[in-house]
C-alpha cells in the first residue's frame, strides 16, 4: 500500500513538472526554480533549529522529573556589594544645566576663515 501511494506521489510530482515546464514562460520558470531552491536551502536550517528546540524541551523536562515535587530549593543568600567609589568622602562635581553651555562654534567646509 505504502510502496504504491510512494510512486502515484512521484508521478503525480513529475507530471506535473514537465506539464508545469512546458506551459511556463523561461522568466516565470526561474522563479518557480528559485522558489523550490530557496526553500530547498532552508529545510536544512530549519530542521537543525527544530532539533535544538526538541532537546532542549526533553532535557527540561528531565530536570522536572528529578525533582521531589513539594520541596523546594534553598533560596541563594542574599549578595550585598557596597561600592563607596572615591574613597567615600570625596563629592562628585554638581551636573551643569542646559542652560549653562557655552556658545557652540560651527566651522563650515569650504568657508574662509575671517580669524
Not at 526561474?30 to 536550517?45: E, Q
Not at 532537546?55 to 522536572?64: G, I
Amino acid at each position: 500500500m505504502r510502496r504504491g501511494f510512494l510512486i502515484a506521489a512521484v508521478a503525480f510530482g513529475v507530471t506535473l513538472a514537465v506539464v508545469v515546464g512546458l506551459r511556463l514562460e523561461e522568466r516565470s520558470l526561474a522563479v518557480v526554480v528559485g522558489v523550490v531552491c530557496g526553500i530547498g536551502a532552508g529545510l536544512p536550517v530549519s530542521g537543525t533549529l527544530l532539533y535544538l528546540w526538541w532537546r532542549e524541551r526533553q532535557e527540561r523536562l528531565q530536570a522536572e522529573q528529578r525533582t521531589v515535587p513539594g520541596v523546594e530549593r534553598p533560596a541563594a543568600p542574599p549578595v550585598i556589594i557596597l561600592n563607596t567609589g572615591r574613597g567615600g568622602m570625596e563629592r562628585l562635581p554638581p551636573a551643569r544645566l542646559l542652560g549653562e553651555q557655552g556658545v557652540r562654534e560651527f566651522t563650515i567646509v569650504g568657508e574662509e576663515e575671517t580669524r
